[in-house]
């Protein structure tokens, strides 16, 4: 029997073991996608316990803020939603988590926990409601008393090189302007641009938003839908000076419609008057935004990031309470492949495709995706149009293997941009370390069955590659 999760965990193979440890392991991090808050990143944020920086909660000022990962789990425990993001006693929420941790074998979140207790605190044993409370003295008097244990200490300590926030275009960027001028930090911190609520105009908050977006610019409207565009590549621009080398667009569906500026711009007018728009009108209005960004995207050397296929808010009783990103989100199923294949062919057909990333919550997708990305590359950069690492609900390790399995038999995997944490926790690069021993073990196995060479310079480059150095390329870091 195998030590628990010990320096070996999950690989299988010597190959494995001596891709991970001499190559993989000493890798920086290019956390290119995530949640993190770059005020508390100039401010170098401390935390006062461990349920505070794992958990979270609602925040005295009604809002709410954690890991849902986390909070999930809880919730599939049976424990009380006070004990999940209520303000109660962190030790009790702290124990409760423990209690529904035991219960989660074969769940990542099981293995993410421990790759955190283990990698930023030293606790090696497993977390159950016996050990809770050594582990919980251990880990608060570290978070209490420990220099590195801060906010950039936890960013440092997991070897990150760049740092890709997620940023609404009406954000005035100025903590990311403090944190580049800062000479004690030498992280980068780029931001990242997401216009999702100029694009659903099919949903609440839609006008008020256009509103926002027009003082951004300095007008007191946007009168017609050329204004929402000048003003979304305005901020774009402003953006890319700010060391922007990403958007993100998270998207129930990709939509096309073969709409012209002047067809959206008939949309527009009716929403300001809040009259009901026909889904084939809010696709075109949506269309008309994307090409112009994806435009703006190719021009500025931007990477253009597509989520799509996550059913939200499914539980409107949390949702109206808490708000999005609480846990009670699912898998969505779209068939929409074909728009994706018509969006990239519009850019692609005037020279103006930009590098696009492609993640689907849907693990049902991965083979479309795997087809589609070998469609629309380019000569930009080895893997121009990428099939984007497995997402969310699929970042477990089969998810991983699944994806990744998907992406070499219909694709280049040596090309592959590699793992994000996608998080809003400084103790989630854990999961860039299970991603990379889940891609040694791969590559290991497949090497020790003789279904590739033993070629020590070739396998160097893959797994180096995957791990940082070309997502170093493919976003100029």
């Keep these: 029997m195998k030590a628990f999760m010990n320096r070996d965990f999950i690989l299988e193979t010597e190959t494995a073991k001596h891709l991970y440890h001499d190559y ?59 004990y999940v993001t209520g303000m109660t006693d962190p ?16 769940n990542p979140m099981y293995h993410w926990c421990h790759m955190e207790l283990q990698q930023f605190f030293g606790v090696n044993e ?39 926030t997620t940023d609404d275009p009406i954000d005035s960027l100025e903590w990311h302007e403090k944190i580049a001028a800062d000479p004690t930090f030498d992280v980068v911190v780029g931001p990242s641009y997401r216009p999702d609520k100029a694009v659903n105009i099919h949903k609440a908050g839609w006008k008020d938003y ?10 007191e409207s946007l009168a017609t839908m050329q204004d929402v565009l000048d003003a979304l590549v305005e901020r774009l621009e402003y953006f890319k000076a700010h060391g922007c080398r990403a958007s993100d667009h998270g998207l129930d569906y990709v939509p ?19 009259e009901k728009l026909t889904v084939e009108e809010v696709e075109g209005y949506q269309t008309v935004i994307l090409l112009t960004l994806g435009k703006a995207y190719h021009r500025l050397d931007i990477a253009m990031q597509l989520h799509y296929s996550c059913l939200r808010n ?30 990239l062919s519009a850019l692609d057909e005037t020279g103006e495709c930009p590098k696009t990333i492609l993640y689907s919550l849907n693990p049902a997708d991965n083979a479309q995706l795997g087809t589609l990305i070998g469609c629309f590359q380019g000569p ?55 991603f990379r021993r889940i891609l040694c073990n791969l590559i290991g196995t497949w090497v020790e069955n003789g279904e590739y060479p033993n070629n020590e310079a070739a396998l160097k480059k893959i797994v180096e590659g995957v791990c940082f150095n070309n997502a170093k390329r493919y976003f100029g870091l």
């Design 24 to 82: 993989a392991a000493k890798m920086p991090l290019a956390d290119y996608h995530c949640h993190l808050n770059p005020q508390e990143i100039y401010e170098d944020r401390r935390f006062d316990n461990l349920a505070q920086i794992w958990l979270g909660g609602e925040n005295p000022d009604g809002t709410f803020a954690g890991d849902h990962y986390k909070w999930r789990v809880m919730r599939s425990n049976g424990v009380e939603e006070a």
């Design 91 to 106: 030790f009790e929420k702290f124990l409760k988590f423990a209690e529904a941790l035991e219960m989660a074998i074969g």
């Design 126 to 164: 497993p977390l159950t409601t016996e050990s809770a409370k050594r582990i919980w003295d251990h880990c608060n008097d570290l978070l209490r008393s420990d220099p590195s244990m801060s906010a950039r200490g936890l960013i440092r300590k997991a070897n990150v090189a760049f740092i890709g």
């Design 210 to 219: 256009i509103a926002a977006l027009a003082k951004s610019v300095g007008k």
């Design 256 to 274: 096309f419609q073969d709409y012209t500026v002047e067809q959206a711009d008939a949309v527009y007018q009716k929403a300001l008057k809040g």
């Design 314 to 343: 499914n539980n409107q009783r949390v949702f109206k309470r808490q708000g999005p990103d609480t846990g009670v989100d699912a898998i969505g199923q779209n068939t929409c492949g074909g728009n994706i294949a018509q969006l």
């Design 380 to 434: 930009e950069v080895p893997g121009k149009i990428q099939h984007g690492s497995a997402w969310w609900f699929n970042d477990h390790k089969a998810g991983m293997e699944e994806q990744m399995i998907s992406l070499a038999n219909l694709g280049l995997l040596g090309n592959f941009i590699g793992m994000l944490t996608d998080s809003r926790s400084f103790l989630s690069y854990a999961r860039h370390d299970y």
